[in-house]
């Protein structure tokens, strides 16, 4: 089992920042692969990005890779969303999950970023 504890979510205006954190506790060496993931109000989960243990890294949308940053500290065995240049639409309850097998299958409990226009 992994548990995840994410933190850092609030309210920014509209060409802010604001920075994302989640801890991995547990068995986290069966996760190859660390990520985030969103819900907007009234809309679909939606892939934000990715890290793997070797370091590559994946972004949903190509204004995400622009604007977002992920990156993980092995020793703390946290992962980290560093988001830049926020827009309203990316008002979004925040996602931190953990893959196992290839799934992402275990998650956090959510944190709520609302980007104000």
């Known amino acids: 089992q992994v548990q995840l504890a994410e933190s850092g979510g609030g309210l920014v205006q509209a060409g802010g920042s604001l920075g994302l954190s989640c801890a991995a506790s547990?068995?986290?060496?069966?996760?190859?692969?660390m990520g985030w993931f969103r819900r907007a109000p009234g809309k679909e989960r939606e892939f934000v990005a990715s890290i793997r243990r070797n370091g590559g890294t994946t972004y949903g949308t190509d204004s995400m890779k622009g604007r977002f940053t992920i990156s993980f500290d092995n020793a703390k065995n946290t992962v980290y969303l560093q988001m830049n240049s926020l827009k309203p639409e990316d008002t979004a309850v925040y996602y931190c999950?953990?893959?196992?097998?290839?799934?992402?299958?275990?998650w956090g409990q959510g944190t709520q970023v609302t980007v104000s226009s």
């Open positions: 999950a953990a893959s196992e097998n290839n799934t992402w299958r275990y």
């Open positions: 547990g068995r986290t060496s069966s996760s190859i692969a």
